[in-house]
């Protein structure tokens, strides 16, 4: 009986797979999954929860404007587990999951906060994180995944902390925290005289008394997220592993497109919110622990220099007590092998990231909320 020998992998394709660190059929996941976007583009549409009960109390108390409301998208399907996606400054949480979006779509409906470029309101953002769950667990009989990246990581902390303060529990599947910025000591330690970081040289004009912010520095500002978005698209070994030039020009324009759309209100309220967001050891109140049951992966790039302090005390506390705040949580570092993982690289780094991801959303119980009747 003949056998036949294995077909060889194109040249390219063994480039793709040794650079990338995974299997050949793997690799061939990135060609499916950029003709399904061909097939199938991404079309998020506006979406307003049927119940908005907690936003219209916080707006009646003057907790926040209409003009700071996130704009809350949705892709639907009829998988048994949705996910809230909560960006970190920028890009807006669509371009957050570029490449994420078809894995999570396959456990269900993925639900996106943008946040609005011409204002933020922490109170707001938590309010409408509320009217949103309890739609999903109340109307759906649904138990979300909450993904947040980066500063996305602060508002869901801070969103926890006060459904626990309120003697609620949050009703989740699980939670992902990828990259976490909870506070502004992550990013600027203020025991240094000048930031190290290059997102703290971004921030350091709107901190502290005496601080002047105008139109040179938001424009400074702008460079600086751009040059950190650019530095990834410029690794072409990188880009050819996870996406195809037609979809890097799409996401370059989208990108740079909400980094300059945010004006001098939404920059500057977006920071405040920042300072406002107590370091976790600051409010680890007995009552207030553990913060939620449900499944907890904290993800950690690497290389998180560029943004994160040596001394982050959202990392010291994640890295060292974190089952304190989440009895079923992990905490884990993605490294790419020869391409180090830069802090929250889901687009350059995106099967390092996914790999855990997937292997979180599998261990996941999505069973239905029995609704009344």
């Not at 992902?176 to 025991?191: E, G, R, Y």
């Not at 070994?237 to 799409?250: D, F, G, H, K, Q």
């Not at 929250?344 to 979180?360: E, G, N, Y």
């Not at 119980?365 to 009344?372: M, Q, T």
Request: charged share 20%; hydrophobic share 45%; proline share 8%.
């Amino acid at each position: 009986m003949l056998i036949a020998r294995p077909r060889l992998p194109s040249p390219a394709l063994s480039v793709l797979t040794a650079f990338t660190r995974i299997s050949y059929p793997q690799a061939l996941q990135t060609l499916f999954r950029s003709a399904g976007y061909k097939l199938r583009p991404p079309k998020p549409v506006p979406y307003e929860p049927s119940a908005s009960r907690a936003t219209e109390a916080a707006l009646a108390r003057c907790e926040g404007e209409p003009r700071q409301l996130a704009r809350l998208l949705r892709e639907p399907r009829h998988g048994a587990i949705p996910t809230i996606v909560l960006g970190g400054f920028v890009p807006d949480s669509t371009e957050q999951v570029f490449l994420l979006r078809s894995f999570l779509l396959k456990r269900g409906s993925v639900y996106y906060f943008n946040y609005a470029p011409e204002g933020f309101s922490l109170e707001l953002i938590c309010a409408q994180i509320d009217d949103l769950v309890t739609e999903l667990a109340n109307e759906h009989g649904r138990r979300p995944v909450i993904l947040a990246v980066s500063f996305g990581v602060g508002i869901a902390l801070e969103w926890l902390r006060r459904v626990r303060a309120q003697g609620r529990t949050a009703d989740l599947a699980g939670l992902v925290f990828i990259s976490p910025v909870a506070c502004m000591a992550d990013v600027l330690d203020p025991a240094e005289a000048k930031p190290s970081t290059l997102l703290g040289r971004a921030l350091k004009p709107y901190v502290g008394q005496g601080s002047l912010i105008d139109a040179s520095v938001i424009e400074k500002s702008r460079s600086i997220f751009t040059k950190m978005f650019e530095a990834g698209a410029q690794n072409r070994a990188s880009i050819a592993a996870v996406m195809t030039a037609e979809e890097l020009r799409l996401l370059r324009n989208r990108v740079l497109g909400t980094i300059h759309a945010i004006d001098f209100k939404g920059a500057c309220e977006r920071v405040s919110a920042l300072c406002d967001m107590p370091a976790p050891s600051a409010w680890r109140e007995p009552e207030l622990m553990p913060l939620c049951e449900a499944p907890v992966l904290v993800l950690y790039a690497e290389k998180e220099s560029a943004v994160l302090t040596d001394n982050s005390p959202t990392r010291l506390a994640f890295q060292s007590i974190h089952t304190a705040f989440f009895p079923h949580g992990s905490c884990r570092l993605v490294s790419g092998g020869d391409s180090q993982v830069q802090h929250a690289s889901l687009i350059f780094h995106h099967f390092q990231f996914l790999l855990p991801i997937a292997r979180f959303y599998r261990r996941l119980k999505p069973g239905r909320i029995r609704l009344a009747a």
